[in-house]
């Protein structure tokens, strides 16, 4: 979206639809889910020609100056970790138009109250 052609009351208008918009701060993971399957290693199982047994599925979580930690998630908690996740993206990606809007109304000298 090209905030510098809006109206200053209708970058308000939209920073207030986002605020409104946004998930409960609480309900938020900032990760990756990683979906594998493995082989089991014996020679008569099917895994051998598919796949592999699976899913098995892994939430990667960022760790500040290092690896990333990987651990499993059940896969009946797969959906709430995915919508934690997406709630996150979410959050991130309006507090970064939220942000955007404040500049473009600072630029304009404008009150961001």
Not at 15 to 20: P, V
Not at 29 to 43: D, N, V
Request: aromatic fraction near 4%.
């Amino acid at each position: 979206m090209d905030i510098q052609h809006l109206s200053s009351a209708a970058l308000r208008k939209r920073r207030h639809r986002l605020a409104r918009g946004l998930p409960p701060i609480e309900q938020v993971l900032r990760g990756s889910l990683i979906e594998t399957y493995k082989r089991c290693g014996r020679p008569n199982c099917h895994c051998m020609n598919g796949p592999g047994h699976g899913p098995k599925r892994y939430l990667s979580i960022p760790q500040p100056g290092g690896r990333p930690r990987r651990d499993y998630v059940p896969n009946n908690a797969y959906p709430h970790a995915a919508q934690l996740i997406a709630n996150f993206r979410k959050l991130r990606d309006a507090l970064d138009e939220i942000g955007a809007i404040n500049a473009e109304l600072l630029r304009r000298r404008e009150e961001i109250g």
